[in-house]
C-alpha cells in the first residue's frame, strides 16, 4: 500500500539546523510531484516547498525562502528538506504530500514528523 514516512524532526535551538526525508513506497515516486506542508498550533495548515517530478523545479514560501531547500532523489524514493538558520515561527508538524495531476489529481500524505525550534 502507499506509504510516505517522514522523519528528522526534533528540538533545535533557533539558528540551528535540521534536514527532514521522506520515504515513499508503493506508488510511482518519479511520477509524482511532492511538497513539504507543515501545520504551527492553531494554524492552517500551509505549503512550505514543492519540487517537480522529475527535481527540475521547486518553490518556495515566502517565510522559508532562502533558509530552506527541498531536493529528491527518485532512484531511492526519498525527499528531503534541510532547513537552516531556524526560528521559533518554524515550530510545527511537517508533512509530506506526493501529488499526480491538476487540482483534482492525486493525494497521498504522511502522518508528519514534528520539528520544535526553541531555546
Known amino acids: 500500500q502507499v506509504q510516505l514516512v517522514e522523519s528528522g524532526g526534533g528540538l533545535v535551538q533557533p539558528g540551528g539546523s535540521l534536514r527532514l526525508s521522506c520515504v515513499a513506497s508503493?506508488?510511482?515516486?518519479?511520477?509524482?510531484?511532492m511538497s513539504w506542508y507543515r501545520q504551527a498550533p492553531g494554524k492552517e495548515r500551509e505549503l512550505v516547498a514543492r519540487?517537480?517530478?522529475?527535481?527540475?523545479?521547486?518553490n518556495f514560501a515566502d517565510p522559508v525562502k532562502g533558509r530552506f531547500t527541498i531536493s529528491r532523489d527518485n532512484s531511492k524514493n526519498v525527499m528531503y528538506l534541510q532547513m537552516n538558520s531556524l526560528k521559533p515561527e518554524d515550530t510545527a508538524v511537517y508533512y509530506c504530500?506526493?501529488?499526480?495531476?491538476?487540482?483534482?489529481?492525486?493525494?497521498?500524505w504522511g502522518k508528519g514528523t514534528l520539528v520544535t525550534v526553541s531555546s
Open positions: 519540487i517537480s517530478s522529475n527535481g527540475g523545479s521547486t
Open positions: 504530500n506526493a501529488h499526480y495531476g491538476g487540482s483534482y489529481g492525486i493525494d497521498y
Open positions: 508503493g506508488f510511482i515516486f518519479s511520477n509524482y510531484a
